[in-house]
């Protein structure tokens, strides 16, 4: 995604599984590779995942 991820758009990367196929390769972009997962907001099901991302994606909105 050249232009970046945009809001409420799931990443290209993302395979049927929601793992990103770029993890451990060169091309996976600086703000993934930096960003430090915790359990706040991942969780351990996709189901709370998603419901945490959606409030920071809503919080952030231009
Ligand atoms: S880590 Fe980055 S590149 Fe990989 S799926 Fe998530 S947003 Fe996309």
Redesign the pocket.
């Known amino acids: 995604m050249p232009e970046g ?1 945009p809001a409420y758009q799931r ?1 290209v ?2 395979d049927d599984e929601n793992r ?1 196929q ?2 451990g390769l060169p091309e ?2 600086a703000v ?1 590779v930096t960003y430090a997962a915790s359990v706040e907001i991942c969780g351990d099901t996709n189901e709370y995942a998603f419901v945490q991302l959606e409030a920071l994606e809503k919080a952030t909105r231009p």
């Open positions: 991820k990443c990367q993302l990103c770029l993890f996976r972009p993934c």
